[in-house]
């Protein structure tokens, strides 16, 4: 297992700090300010593509609900995975130890952003709009985390096309934005 995980143009908490200057730099100059949207209305349109018919839940501990549309024809191997540590209850229980003003981070069983295994990124063309759901990576683009993922909280143009996007956020975008670091992950579901 390789401690340096990257997600989203940031660096881990062990003090990798190259990829964080590089990156979060340019990638915070990019971003737009934003605005959030009830979790009772769907983000700003996007374009959904062919093929997305499950639809994972997020039910936080402390109370509300964040759902999110899967890409399985766009990130096929990657939604397969997620869905399968989903059913495992992989999920349950852990927290979001990434939090910044553009992205919020979760899913590392280590809870400090080293954890998790391997596999193959899954690009594809779909932008990183408000909300859109992504894997995280190492250093070697080809090489995603297997296990954590992050939602943007805004749109992050600098993400396209260097790492696997395979969701979209369609109910509590809200919730989404009032994460804090430490906030728990009761489960998730897909169906």
């Known amino acids: 297992m390789t401690t340096t995980r990257f997600a989203a143009g940031g660096a881990d908490r062990i003090g990798r700090r190259a990829g964080l200057a590089l990156l979060s730099g340019a990638a915070l100059a990019a971003c737009d300010a934003f605005g959030t949207t009830p979790s009772t209305e769907k983000p700003a349109p996007f374009a959904t593509p062919a093929g997305t018919t499950k639809v994972a839940t997020i039910e936080l501990e402390k109370g509300g609900i964040i759902s999110f549309s899967l890409f399985g024809n766009e990130a096929p191997q990657t939604v397969k995975n ?42 594809n063309k779909l932008e990183f709009k408000v909300g859109a759901v992504g894997i995280a990576r190492g250093q070697d683009p080809r090489i995603n985390n297997d296990a954590q993922f992050f939602i943007v909280k805004r749109d992050s143009p600098h993400l396209n096309g260097q790492y696997t996007n395979f969701g979209q956020v369609t109910v509590g975008l809200d919730l989404v934005v009032k994460i804090a670091i430490g906030d728990k992950i009761k489960k998730i579901t897909v169906k």
């Not at 280590?110 to 193959?120: A, E, H, I, V």
């Open 82 to 123: 997620f869905e399968a540590k989903v059913s495992q209850g992989f999920y349950n229980g852990l927290k979001f130890h990434r939090v910044e003003d553009w992205v919020v981070q979760g899913g590392d069983p280590s809870g400090n952003g080293t954890g998790g295994g391997q596999m193959p990124s899954e690009f």
